[in-house]
């Protein structure tokens, strides 16, 4: 089994930061895939940004130049840098990983529980 624990969300003004971090426990092997999704009120939930297991990162459209994500894989952490937030950034963020399990030999997809992250002056 794996936990991810997602941290640093609120409520923030338009043009503000915020930087969310996940927190992955459990029988980990290995991470391959380490990612961000967000779902709105009514709305499908989306990928945000993905960070794979040797430096490679990926951005929506809708993020590019405003959100960072980063990994630290010595400690199974992943975080997103959030700049420049808009109203249309509200959502839950949740946090996603591909990890192999300790003892086995295929990996398994992993959620967190995910965190409201609102901008609203």
């Known amino acids: 089994q794996v936990q991810l624990l997602e941290s640093g969300g609120g409520l923030v003004q338009p043009g503000g930061s915020l930087r969310l971090s996940c927190a992955a426990s459990g029988s980990i092997f290995s991470i391959n895939t380490m990612a961000w999704y967000r779902q709105a009120p009514g709305k499908q939930r989306e990928l945000v940004a993905t960070a794979i297991n040797g430096g490679s990162t990926n951005y929506a459209d809708s993020v590019k130049g405003r959100f960072t994500i980063s990994r630290d894989n010595a400690k199974n952490m992943v975080y997103l840098q959030m700049n420049s937030l808009k109203p249309e950034d509200t959502a839950v963020y949740f946090c996603?990983?591909?990890?192999?399990?300790?003892?086995?030999?295929?990996?398994?997809?992993?959620w967190g529980q995910g965190t409201q992250v609102t901008v609203s002056s």
């Open positions: 996603y990983a591909v990890a192999r399990l300790t003892g086995w030999t295929t990996t398994t997809q992993w």
